[in-house]
């Protein structure tokens, strides 16, 4: 299906035709330069019969010059030459170009068969992970280094940290922190030095099918196939159509689907992108992991759609670990635990509310530039989360 549109929305015509009209352009221009040069070698000879009066017919004989007396038969040999390389002159750069432009393909098949390779995709016998991985849901990064180039200084430096499992964990930073490049490392997008663990399994000795499958993610630009409703919410066909409409109608979008066999237009034109965005929290629904990334998920979506989203986030996912990348604040202030990032590096780990505690901290003066009212809010929130925690770990102790 992928393959027919594709082929579809390829303009051939206007490809072609743009082709020829450069090539026709580039002959024009060598008959210029070719009618210049033999104007310049001609002028000459014909100046000279005539300061020493010599006469001379000019007969026209198969587009030739054929003088009446010796010095115009060879003056007429020389230019029926001089013709014949302008026509050697417009064979030859035109050949060349066409080479050219048609060793560009060889060039790009070439470069894409030297780029590096992912995988393994599938885990060695010895070393594949339980039916159940992930089961619980904790991560923990050991002395990780990132870097996009070998030449490039490390994107990520010496990132270590916990995180419990059924954890939520926010991820905020200045732009560049790495807090992308996190979530990169998580899913081996880019080679990487040091340690990941989850559910003490490290995530390089296993096959990236293993690891991408069992962990699911919610970018901020959703993604949607130009297929039907099903086979984007269940693309391997693994469920049935009730626990389908259950997804849909714990992200309140029943009622907006016709039926699972409705189609999707290209990129989900056809849905807002608050529904977008909802779509692919059912899909992350219907997999059921117990590690779930959000990457600025409600950054581009209106406020009622990001509440609903959260909403639906703590009550179905209440067992699983979430990484939240926040976009706005508020969205992570309830969260059991805030990292914040700077270069690349951990600065500050913990409650929102002990973090803010430290009026001189990194969220703090995050917080801070939120302005008066809506730090006040934050604040309480935060506090208003931090207190029954504190409580119940206090009672347990």
């Keep these: 299906m992928v393959i027919k549109e594709f082929d579809s929305l390829r303009d051939h015509i206007s490809t072609r035709c743009l082709t020829l009209v450069c090539s026709e352009a580039f002959g024009f221009y060598l008959d210029i330069i070719s009618a210049t040069f033999l104007a310049c070698f001609t002028s000459p000879v014909l100046n000279f019969q005539r300061r020493n009066n010599i006469s ?6 198969n587009h030739c010059l054929i003088l009446e007396n010796t010095l115009s038969a060879t003056v007429g040999l020389v230019i029926s030459q001089a013709m014949v390389l302008t026509g050697m002159l417009q064979i030859g750069p035109r050949q060349t170009a066409e080479v050219a432009s048609n060793m560009i393909s060889v060039e790009r ?13 599938e885990s060695h016998p010895s070393k594949k992970p339980s039916r159940d991985w992930i089961s619980a849901g904790k991560i923990i990064f050991k002395n990780v280094y990132l870097s996009y180039s070998p030449e490039e200084a ?13 954890e939520k964990v926010g991820i905020v930073g200045r732009t560049g922190a790495g807090k992308s490049s996190l979530i990169s490392s998580l899913f081996r997008l880019v080679p990487l030095e040091g340690t990941i663990l989850i559910d003490d399994v490290d995530i390089s000795s296993i096959g990236l099918h293993d690891l991408r499958s069992n962990i699911s993610i919610i970018p901020q630009e959703p993604v949607l196939f130009s297929a039907t409703i099903r086979y984007n919410l269940d693309p391997f066909g693994r469920t049935n159509d009730e626990a389908l409409w259950s997804a849909l109608d714990k992200v ?12 999707v237009s ?25 590690v779930l990334v959000m990457d600025e998920a409600t950054a581009n979506v209106d406020l009622v759609t990001d509440a609903l989203i959260q909403k639906t986030i703590r009550k179905n996912f209440k067992d699983c670990t979430v990484l939240t990348i926040a976009h706005r604040l508020n969205t992570i202030m309830d969260a059991d635990k805030v990292l914040v ?24 003066k995050m917080v801070k530039e939120t302005g ?26």
């Excluded at 001379?56 to 004989?61: A, D, G, N, T």
């Excluded at 490390?154 to 059924?166: H, M, R, T, W």
């Excluded at 309140?252 to 189609?263: T, V």
């Excluded at 849905?271 to 992350?284: K, P, V």
């Design 56 to 61: 001379y017919v000019i007969i026209p004989l």
């Design 252 to 263: 309140e979008l029943k009622s907006a689907i016709e039926s699972l066999d409705q189609q």
């Design 266 to 290: 290209e990129g989900g034109s056809n849905f807002s992108a608050g529904q977008r965005q909802l779509i692919c929290l059912a899909r992350a629904i219907v997999r059921d992991n117990k």
């Design 154 to 166: 490390p994107v990520l430096k010496d990132l270590s940290f916990e995180i419990q499992a059924g």
């Design 372 to 397: 008066k009212t809506m730090e006040t809010s934050l604040r309480e929130v935060a506090k208003n989360d931090y207190e029954p925690k504190f409580r119940k770990e206090k009672k347990a102790a």
């Design 109 to 121: 098949v070439l470069q894409y068969c030297k780029l590096d390779k992912e995988g393994p995709f």
């Design 341 to 364: 990032m700077d270069a690349g590096q951990v600065v500050e780990f913990a409650h929102p509310h002990e973090l803010l505690q430290n009026t001189e901290g990194f969220f703090a």
